[in-house]
T-cell receptor, first 116, second 112 residues
């Protein structure tokens, strides 16, 4: 079945440590996104990539980094510079061929990151 | 993208219809209205979208006001599995980043 796989489901970070969240999709989608969700809040965009080897900062990119070396993969690194990393992280993808305004996002099941 | 306003929470009884409202008074002529829902501890999933005309699919119906300043997501028979946060989002034609701006949404509780 096609879809988006995020791993791990739960992740713990120690102070000063970088951690990487995995996101893989087999939908052949061009665009991929990382969102952060805090308890009781909506989603905020961290980074997005519309094509391989290219990505742009979202609204809250500080303390995060990404890479897009393969179409299928868009890993997110939470660096030690991110002082409040505890949150639910969601990866999504979109078919870049859809007409603007109609495009649908497909989401993974998320990674809950907590600080030890 | 224009802003949407939704009630923070709503309650419904199982097997009854649910009408989830959304106001978007600053909507532009080319903005599509999208609805997503997020089950507990899951990522959001697409529900439905529309531009001007009412839309139906297997999950729900979308009723769009004639002036497009408001819309209503209709679940025809609520089940316990419909308990989720429902997001109403406007997606404009300009630009092709595909970014969606999620507000706090409406938390729907379904009582047995």
């Amino acid at each position: 079945d096609g879809g988006i796989t995020q791993s791990p489901k739960y992740l713990f970070r120690k102070e000063g440590q970088n951690v990487t969240l995995s996101c893989e999709q087999n939908l052949n989608h061009d665009a991929m996104y990382w969102y952060r969700q805090d308890p009781g809040q909506g989603l905020r965009l961290i980074y997005y990539s519309q094509i391989v080897n290219d990505f742009q900062k979202g609204d809250i990119a500080e303390g995060y980094s990404v890479s897009r070396e393969k179409k299928e993969s868009f890993p997110l690194t939470v660096t030690s510079a991110q002082k409040n990393p505890t949150a639910f992280y969601l990866c999504a993808s979109r078919n870049g061929q859809e007409r603007c305004g109609k495009e649908k996002l497909f989401f993974g099941s998320g990674t809950q990151l907590s600080v030890l | 993208d224009a802003k949407t306003t939704q009630p923070n929470s709503m309650e419904s009884n199982e097997e009854e219809p649910v009408h989830l409202p959304c106001n978007h008074s600053t909507i532009s002529g080319t903005d599509y209205i999208h609805w997503y829902r997020q089950l507990p501890s899951q990522g959001p999933e697409y529900v439905i979208h529309g531009l001007t005309s009412n839309v139906n699919n297997r999950m729900a119906s979308l009723a769009i006001a004639e002036d497009r300043k408001s819309s209503t997501l209709i679940l025809h028979r609520a089940t316990l599995r419909d308990a989720a946060v429902y997001y109403c989002i406007l997606r404009g034609f300009s630009g092709n980043t595909g970014k969606l701006i999620f507000g706090q949404g409406t938390t729907l509780q379904v009582k047995p």
